[in-house]
């Protein structure tokens, strides 16, 4: 089902995704930057309730999914992935919002019934579907992604944590044929790709020692599956790409160096952005 460069896939009888064309770091409003693609995904829990996860634009397709699915039940969204919000609790006002450190402030418009505060609490017991999913909120990324697991499945859902570039599902014949910028940035924007590591290691990271701790805690969880936002849906070797990517931080300690230590208040600030 197809419609404006919208996909929509049943990936498992309980995983459905929505994805769209989407074109990140584009300034002055140039729109052909670099094409990574966007994707939401839904979740059919154990209850029948629907979990919705990082919305894209809610479309006359996207609502007639979403309702033959029985509705949306809960939201979740992180600093990156919460600019839709507000279409779904107007079209579904019973739906519970789940979201990050700072997205109450940022986002008034929207009332959210759960904000995380820090790993001790979690959305899943407040709302009951700790038999379904876990979660883990990176407090030291620097948008405060989360990473969703669907034990059912064993799939890993996330926004910004992890790409799988170029993108095939949202673009034919992919992101690469999106311009030269598009071209280089799908070379770099995966798992087995140094510059990831860099990425996450060296420009996302606001607290090193948060962001071990919870690298760790995705590595021990079975991952046959990954769902990114940006890229294309990872299908086996899930914990080597997650390993891969992560690997700084799951060997030893994470070193503080120069960069290290120029880079994070600069992060920060950057989060503070984010955060207005």
Known sequence: MSTSGLKIRDVTPQITTFTVPFNRFAPLGYRK?????????????????????????????????????????????????????????????????????????????????????????SPEDQFDFAQDVETVLFEGFITYCVAWYHKPTQTLIQSDLLMNLPCTEQYHPSSSEQGPLSREFAKRAHPQSVWMKQLIYYIATVDYALMRRDAKKVAQWQIARIIPCHGDILEGGGNDAWNSVYAWFLRGSPQSGVVNKLMVPVMKLARRVFLM
């Open 33 to 121: 930057f670099v094409a990574v693609g966007n994707r939401a995904t839904a979740i059919r829990l154990e209850d029948d309730r629907i979990l919705l996860l990082n919305p894209i634009q809610l479309d006359q397709a996207v609502h007639e999914k979403l309702s033959q699915l029985g509705g949306v039940h809960l939201i979740g969204s992180d600093l990156g992935h919460h600019m839709f919000v507000k279409e779904y609790t107007d079209a579904w006002p019973e739906a519970k919002t789940i979201g990050v450190p700072g997205l109450d402030k940022k986002r008034k418009d929207v009332k959210w019934d759960y904000i995380y505060k820090d790993w001790t609490s």
